[in-house]
């Protein structure tokens, strides 16, 4: 009968000599821990605190120990799991606990990759860790590097295949199988290369094969391969004498030369006076055709160049006859508004402080106030108002408008303001700039009614050839540039061809006059400046206004 087993003092239970089993268990080149069946950690060793570096005072139970080696709650919560379940079947059977791989959080913070296992006995676990780190790495490497030379032999374009020294495939790649004129990887294993080499080159093959295994290698051997169907395709072969488990075989790398094949063949049947033949004409030709490119470029941009202008042409006759309209009607429309605001004020001074018309008086002149402010504008859009264009700083006219532009635009609303040092100057007015500011930032408040971004920026700008295309034509040049940006609505195409066009408005009625893009237009036009627009459904809208720079 076996020995009872009775806990002594330190953990370890009394079989025998104390002395000398507690001699083993510590000496043991093995890590070792004696659990209770409560879950107390009793016992472990001097090689378990050396491989983990945790002493048996932070680890007295199972439950400190999974805490501190599985930091993971996730993976904690697996392998506890798995652990327990083996622990509860060996102590129904009073058997062998069941090994597995984990990864145990040592205390300096390292991994390391461990096989525990154990066995029940006397009621208590005996739990041993094998460190198998290095050799699990190894493992994963080696299973990493099957895993990419298999890939780059699957990828590449050359065949690849190995033989033994009677010629019988024992491995392939797909480019290989298609060599072959096979289908499947299945249908080439365990043949012999001979079975889809051409009847004519047989005797070489299998030459070729011999010769292979003796010499080591072969380089640049050239041999024809039948496919079911007929087709005959030329392959390459470079082979070396690899060994695997002391075994000679024979790595082929095999390569489709058809097209080179062709291209010899091609090159046999031409004359010698060929290639200079080919070399006249394929200069006439590429002469040739480079006058017919210049021709049709030439042609292409003298048509857009043309409905450029037309429209360009269009767009300034129906804006110069509008304007001269708006004129007209404003001048005369604002000395009729001097006149009733004039007598409005006149009565509202006769009236006493209380009489009850004069709220209404004040109504009257609050209301032509604002039709003088409108006839303002069209008298800007048709150019009739005077302008007095002087040197102008953008920075210091962006800023003044700054803090009335926040007034504006709402609470909801962020107004970012970039402005470049050492800006260029421009010849403007400086009160119209104000308002060409004021009108895109009201647009762009506009265009955002649940709130957004609206970036104010300056910066110096070089133009090139694409200045010729925006919606205000430039010439290429030294520009001050003023951007004014939304995250709003954004517009359509169609919004955006009628953009300029004196009273085109998308707002709802009493909400826009439809001029303030317009009058942008022919303040910006004043100043030979120019306006480039990018908008999309969606993704806001950005207002590129350029000054010419006044030379230094």
């Known amino acids: 009968m076996a020995e009872q087993v009775e806990p002594r003092q330190g953990g370890i239970p009394s079989i025998g000599d104390e002395t000398t089993l507690r001699k083993i268990l510590h000496l043991a080149p093995i890590s070792m821990a ?19 570096g945790y002493p048996h005072a932070e680890i007295q139970t199972m439950d ?32 062998e606990i069941e090994g597995g791989e984990y990864v145990v959080t040592c205390r300096d913070g390292s991994r390391k990759t461990c096989f525990i296992f154990g066995v029940i006995a006397a009621d208590k676990v005996f739990v041993l860790f094998e460190d198998i780190t290095h050799r699990s790495e190894g493992e994963r490497e080696l299973r990493e590097s099957e895993s990419r030379y ?42 012999t290369i001979l079975e889809w080499t051409a009847p004519y080159h047989l005797d070489r093959n299998t030459a070729a ?11 640049n051997f050239e041999v024809d391969y039948a496919h079911a169907d007929g087709v005959i395709m030329p392959i390459e072969v470079n082979a070396y004498v690899i060994t695997k488990g002391g075994v000679p075989q024979i790595l082929s790398l095999c390569r489709d030369i058809t097209t080179r094949r062709a291209a010899e063949a091609q090159i046999l049947s031409l004359n010698q006076n060929l290639e200079e033949r080919v070399r006249e004409r394929t200069a006439e ?8 490119t210049s021709q049709i470029e030439q042609r292409r941009a003298a ?29 005369d429309f604002n000395n009729i508004l001097v006149s009733i605001s004039g007598y409005a004020e006149i009565l509202r001074d006769t009236m006493t402080a209380g009489a009850p018309a004069r709220s209404d008086l004040s109504e009257i002149l609050l209301e032509t106030e604002r ?10 859009f048709s150019a009739r108002q005077e302008t007095k264009l002087e040197s102008v700083d953008l920075n210091a006219v962006a800023a003044g408008s700054e803090k009335m532009l926040k007034r504006l635009i709402g609470a909801n609303m962020h107004l970012e303001t970039v402005f470049q040092d050492k800006l260029y100057a421009v010849k403007a007015d400086p009160t119209q700039v104000s308002q060409v500011i004021i009108n895109l930032v009201i647009n762009a408040r506009d265009a955002m009614p649940d ?28 520009y001050a540039e003023l951007l004014i940006s939304d995250t709003g609505t954004g517009m359509s195409p169609d919004t955006l061809s009628h953009l300029f066009e004196p009273f085109y408005t998308t707002k709802t009625a009493g909400q826009g006059t439809g001029l303030g893009l317009s009058t942008v237009y022919g303040i910006v036009s004043r100043c030979r400046g120019g306006i480039s627009v990018e908008s999309a459904p969606g993704h806001g809208t950005t207002f590129r206004i350029y000054f010419p720079r006044i030379p230094a």
């Open 209 to 219: 094969v011999a010769q292979c295994a003796q010499d080591g290698c072969i380089f």
């Open 371 to 380: 039709g003088a402010a409108l006839t303002r504008q069209l008298l800007t």
């Open 303 to 331: 048509e857009l160049a043309k409905d450029k202008l037309q429209q360009q042409l269009l767009q300034a006759q129906k804006m110069d006859a509008v304007g001269r309209l708006a004129g007209g009607i404003a001048h």
């Open 451 to 478: 709130g957004g971004h609206i970036k104010l920026q300056t910066r110096n700008a070089e133009l090139g050839p694409e200045a010729a295309v925006m919606r205000l034509p430039l010439a290429p040049g030294n």
């Open 150 to 191: 298999r890939a780059l032999v699957e990828t590449t374009r050359t065949g690849y295949v190995i033989v033994n020294k009677e010629g019988r495939v024992l491995d392939a790649n797909t480019e290989y199988v298609r060599l072959t004129g096979r289908r499947d990887l299945k249908d080439v294993l365990g043949h």
């Open 64 to 95: 400190r120990w999974f805490t501190l080696a599985y930091p993971d709650p996730s993976y904690r919560e697996q392998v506890m799991s798995n652990w327990m379940g083996k622990v509860n079947k060996a102590v129904s059977t009073r058997g």
């Open 34 to 52: 004696i659990v209770g069946l409560d879950g107390t950690i009793e016992y472990i060793n001097r090689k378990a605190e050396h491989i983990f």
């Open 285 to 292: 030709l590429t002469k040739a055709n480079l006058e017919l």
